[in-house]
Nanobody, 121 residues
């Protein structure tokens, strides 16, 4: 079983910055892909950014140029640096981690509990 703990959300003014963190723990053999999704009230959950084990990244168009995803493999942690935040970035942000477990090398996909980001003046 793999657990994810997220942190770093909060209230920030437009134009401000936040850094989200998500640490994975448990029966982990390898982590292939780590990503951040977000979900605003009344909307579907959408991919914000993802990063592979070889640090290839992908971003939603809305995140390009403002957000940066990174990972620390030694800590099984993924980060999302969010700059130039806009009101429309307000949402619950969820970490998603995919990999193989340590026991039988079975694939897993785990979600964090979510961290709220509010952008308001």
């Amino acid at each position: 079983q793999v657990q994810l703990v997220e942190s770093g959300g909060g209230l920030v003014q437009p134009g401000g910055s936040l850094r989200l963190s998500c640490a994975a723990s448990g029966s982990i053999f390898s982590i292939n892909y780590m990503a951040w999704y977000r979900q605003a009230p009344g909307k579907q959950r959408e991919l914000v950014a993802g990063i592979t084990s070889s640090t290839i990244t992908n971003y939603a168009d809305s995140a390009k140029g403002r957000f940066t995803i990174s990972r620390d493999n030694a800590k099984n942690t993924v980060y999302l640096q969010m700059n130039s935040l806009k009101v429309e970035d307000k949402a619950g942000y969820y970490c998603n981690v995919r990999g193989s477990d340590r026991l039988l090398f079975r694939p897993f996909a785990s979600w964090g509990q979510g961290t709220q980001v509010t952008v308001a003046s």
